[in-house]
């Protein structure tokens, strides 16, 4: 089993900052993609930003220029830097992995529980 655990959620101002983690642990043998998404209250979840392991990332059009998502391989962790954050980026924050377990698994998907970023006008 694989688990990824979010941290760094919290309660901001309007133009402040908040940085992310996620730490996959259990049996891994490979994470390609890490993701962050969002879901607000009565919204979809949303792709936020994703990195793949060579490092190549993508950006939701609305988060471009004021957030950053980075990975680190060794540690199966990757991190989400917010600033500039707006009231519109509330949200519940979840972080996904595309996992093997092994060489000749198949690939499947994991999800973290969530960390609920707010942020004040």
């Known amino acids: 089993q694989v688990q990824l655990a979010e941290s760094g959620g919290g309660l901001v101002q309007a133009g402040g900052s908040l940085r992310l983690s996620c730490a996959a642990s259990?049996?891994?043998?490979?994470?390609?993609?890490m993701g962050w998404y969002r879901q607000a209250p009565g919204r979809q979840r949303e792709l936020v930003a994703r990195v793949n392991s060579g490092g190549t990332t993508n950006y939701a059009d609305s988060v471009k220029g004021r957030f950053t998502i980075s990975r680190d391989n060794d540690k199966n962790t990757v991190f989400l830097q917010m600033n500039s954050l707006k009231p519109e980026d509330t949200a519940v924050y979840y972080c996904?992995?595309?996992?093997?377990?092994?060489?000749?698994?198949?690939?499947?998907?994991?999800w973290g529980q969530g960390t609920q970023v707010t942020v004040a006008s």
């Open positions: 996904n992995g595309d996992v093997k377990s092994s060489r000749w698994s198949s690939v499947y998907v994991v």
């Open positions: 259990g049996s891994i043998f490979s994470i390609n993609v």
